[in-house]
């Protein structure tokens, strides 16, 4: 079979994945949206909704395909192979109108759920034993509490602000979901070029370059302080024997907050700089 990938077509996923792609080096610029077809080093790339994605995946026509936690549960690719990609994080929630006096799941038994995730919240209730009827909906969930129809909704909440809206309350909290890179079983060995790029460059966004200037005698100080790919490379500095220049590369969030403790042991001339891949 040709090795197929599924992109977003749209939604959510599309513009973080495609910069994700531009960053490992593929020609994102052949992407053109809905059906549009594009092979890219040996990968063809078809644009489509995730869900579709999602359903072909499980049909064994796509080899692998950009979708999210919460479409992989859907459609039961959850123990697939798969990258969790670290951005387009949501939760997964059971939500009721916020003057409904029912505090916990178990106070829905015998009452109505709506959701886009019929699949995931049948399996939710029924693992914890709470017998409701789930209605699968299309279009927008928030206004069927509201309107009398539903007693509770099974959607994503990122800022919390729909909810709000729509004087809605997190009854509970079902599932953590982001933008997740999913392959068939019998792949391994066919996608190693573009996973080893999409790893490399998460990777990337994690980590800085740092250059800086240091009393020799500081350099296990140095490394105690980060913990980087490996021992520091450690140069000399043209006539100057009081300090050296050491090179490592470190956890982003971390460099900031110890930019105080570099100074503190004596470090000078600073230069952090964004790396564009790393491969440990
Ligand atoms: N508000 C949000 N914040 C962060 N991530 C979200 C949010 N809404 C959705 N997502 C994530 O993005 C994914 C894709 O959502 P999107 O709405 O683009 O596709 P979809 O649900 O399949 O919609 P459609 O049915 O319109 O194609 C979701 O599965 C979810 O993981
Ligand atoms: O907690 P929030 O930040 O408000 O985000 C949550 C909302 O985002 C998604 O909908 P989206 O905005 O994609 O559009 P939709 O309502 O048309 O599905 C999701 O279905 C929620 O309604």
Not at 122 to 127: L, P, S
Not at 181 to 197: C, K, N, P
Request: aromatic share 6%; charged share 25%; with cysteine.
């Amino acid at each position: 079979m040709t090795t197929r990938v599924g992109l977003p077509s749209r939604g959510r996923l599309r513009d973080e994945v495609l910069r994700l792609l531009d960053h490992a080096g593929f020609t994102v610029s052949a992407f053109r949206g809905s059906d549009a077809r594009a092979t890219i080093e040996g990968v063809e790339f078809i644009e489509m909704r995730p869900r579709d994605a999602a359903a072909w995946l499980r049909a064994g026509r796509l080899t692998a395909a950009f979708i999210s936690t919460d479409i992989a549960l859907e459609y039961d690719l959850a123990d697939w192979p798969a990258a969790d990609l670290g951005f387009a994080r949501s939760d997964l929630v059971l939500a009721a109108r916020d003057d409904d006096p029912r505090r916990e799941a178990a106070d829905f038994a015998g009452g109505v759920v709506a959701t886009h995730m019929p699949n995931v919240t049948e399996r939710w209730f029924a693992a914890r034993d709470i017998d409701v009827t789930v209605v699968p909906m299309g279009g927008a969930l928030e206004g069927v509490c509201a309107a009398g129809m539903a007693d509770a909704i099974v959607d994503l909440r990122e800022t919390g602000a729909s909810l709000a809206r729509n004087r809605l309350r997190v009854v509970a909290e079902m599932e953590r979901c982001q933008a997740r890179f999913v392959r068939s079983d019998d792949s391994a060995g066919i996608l190693t070029d573009l996973e080893l790029r999409i790893g490399a460059a998460l990777d990337a966004r994690k980590r800085q370059y740092l250059l800086l200037h240091v009393p020799p005698d500081r350099l296990d100080a140095l490394t105690e302080l980060f913990h980087g790919l490996a021992s520091p490379t450690v140069m000399p500095l043209a006539e100057r024997d009081d300090l050296v220049a050491a090179h490592l590369v470190v956890e982003r969030s971390d460099l900031w907050a110890k930019l105080g403790a570099l100074r503190e042991l004596g470090a000078t001339g600073i230069v952090a700089l964004p790396t564009d891949a790393v491969l440990p």
